[in-house]
């Protein structure tokens, strides 16, 4: 591997890691928001995903979801 390449991957890991704090951030707040009485039983298993397009699916079913189950079941 060149330097090149191992820095591209570097920075691709860096951008994702920032991309799922981000990510986990928004989740939280929205939860919290939408969800108050049920934010530590969300967060529990949002902390475990590590693949953003779920985390981005979650996100925006934060604010189109009647109740919390509609968000636990993307969390599975």
Not at 34 to 48: E, S, Y
Not at 63 to 73: G, K, M, P, Q, R
């Amino acid at each position: 591997m060149t330097l090149i390449e191992k820095l591209r991957k570097e920075d691709e890991e860096r951008g994702k890691l920032e991309g799922i704090k981000g990510l986990n951030e928004a989740i939280e707040l929205g939860a919290a928001d939408r969800f108050p009485g049920d934010i530590d039983t969300v967060m529990a298993k949002v902390n475990k995903v590590d693949d953003l397009e779920t985390l981005v699916e979650i996100t925006e079913a934060i604010y189109t979801a009647n109740d919390i189950s509609e968000i636990l079941v993307l969390l599975k």
